[in-house]
Each structure stands twice: as C-alpha cells, then as structure tokens.
C-alpha cells in the first residue's frame, strides 16, 4: 500500500546531541514537508521541499536541517541549536500544484533524555 | 498514546447522534480548505476538503459547509460513532496550509 513511513515512532535525545529522524513516502508525491506538533497548538511548518534537491524553511526552521537528496525521503535533523525540540514531529507529502491536500505519517516522538 | 492536544474543546455526543464541529479561519484569501482526524498516536487523516467556490460538499456520513462571508467552516458527521473519536481539525490554504488547533470528539454509548 502506498503511504508515509515515519521512523522511530519515538526517539530520546541526550544534550548537544545531533538526532535525525526519517521519512520516506512511496506515493510519488513531489512535495514534502514537515511539521511540529505541540499539546494544544496547531501544526506548525520546520521546512517544506516542492522538488528533489531544493528545500524552504518554514515558519519555525531555527534548530533544524533537512536534506531532499531523493524524491522518497524528506530526513529532518533537529540539532543542538535546537532548545526546546521535545515534541511530536509529522512529515507529510502532496502532490504538486494548487489546492492539493497533504497526506501525513504517523509521527516520530521527540523527548530530552 | 500521544498528547495531541490539551484544552482543547471537546464536543461529547451520544453515539448515533450527528456532530457538528466548527472552525474560524483568518484569511480571507484562503480558496481551499481541508479536515483532518487525528486519532492518539497518529497523524492526521484527511477526510474532506472544499474549495472557495463551493458552499457545500458531502462525502460519505460526512459534510462540509464553508461561509465565506463570516469566513466559517463547519464539518457535519452523520450518526455518529466510537470510532469518530478524535481530535478533528481544519487548515485552510492562501498559499501555504495553515492549521487550526482542534476540537475533540467524544463519542459514548
């Protein structure tokens, strides 16, 4: 079935670490992106890649690194620059174009060792 | 399962009754708007979108009503079940998707 596979479904992080975490969608799907997700927040854009090899920051991208080396994986870095990174982060795809709904994976929990 | 949201609003209804969630949104050059579902642990699940130059769209159990005047979204579920338990949330598009923070559907017996 085609989907969005997030891994690890949670992830811990030790201070000043570096922690990657993964996405790989097999919907053909040029556009990916991904989000933050907080208790009681909407969804909140890191950064956002409309083709291979070519990525924008979102609203909130200060902490983050993402690379767009294929079509398929979106892998989001949160850094040590990162103070406040415990949170749920979901990567999402959509087709190109205008008006396209955006279609989410399950999800990868962030929290500080 | 995972906190999706804490405080949000909560609608609680009585299985096999409809459900009728709402949502505000701020730009007035939105042309495109969505409903998710979000179930504990999950990510999102699309259920319906609309688009500016529709007032109404049915799918199934589901419809949506956009007024475009008092910039308002409602999502209607028909017969309501456990299984509609979920935060539900609508994001709208001027150019970029913009989220809402959701409300919780609780559905008992």
């Known amino acids: 079935d085609g989907g969005i596979t997030q891994s690890p479904k949670y992830l811990f992080r030790k201070e000043g670490q570096n922690v990657t975490l993964s996405c790989e969608q097999n919907?053909?799907?040029?556009?990916m992106y991904w989000y933050r997700q907080d208790p009681g927040q909407g969804l909140r854009l890191i950064y956002y890649?409309?083709?291979?090899?070519?990525?924008q920051k979102g609203d909130i991208a200060e902490g983050y690194s993402v690379s767009r080396e294929k079509k398929e994986s979106f892998p989001l870095t949160v850094t040590s620059a990162q103070k406040n990174p415990t949170a749920f982060y979901l990567c999402?795809?959509?087709?190109?174009?205008?008006?396209?709904?955006?279609?989410f994976g399950d999800g990868t929990r962030l929290s500080i060792l | 399962g995972e906190s999706v949201g804490l405080h949000l609003p909560t609608l609680s209804v009585q299985e096999g009754d409809n459900s009728i969630i709402n949502c505000a949104y701020s730009?007035?050059?939105?042309?495109?708007f969505i409903w998710y579902k979000q179930e504990s642990g999950k990510g999102p699940q699309f259920i319906i979108d609309?688009?500016?130059?529709?007032d109404k769209r049915q799918g199934q159990r589901v419809t949506v009503l956009l007024n475009k005047t008092v910039k308002h979204l409602s999502l209607q579920i028909a017969a309501t079940q456990p299984g509609d338990s979920a935060v539900y949330f609508c994001?709208?598009?001027?150019?970029?998707?913009?989220f809402g923070t959701g409300t919780r559907l609780q559905v008992f017996p």
């Open positions: 919907l053909n799907h040029d556009a």
């Open positions: 890649s409309q083709i291979v090899n070519d990525f």
């Open positions: 994001a709208e598009n001027p150019d970029k998707l913009i």
């Open positions: 730009n007035s050059a939105s042309d495109y």
């Open positions: 609309i688009r500016s130059n529709m």
């Open positions: 999402a795809s959509s087709p190109n174009g205008a008006n396209q709904p955006q279609h």
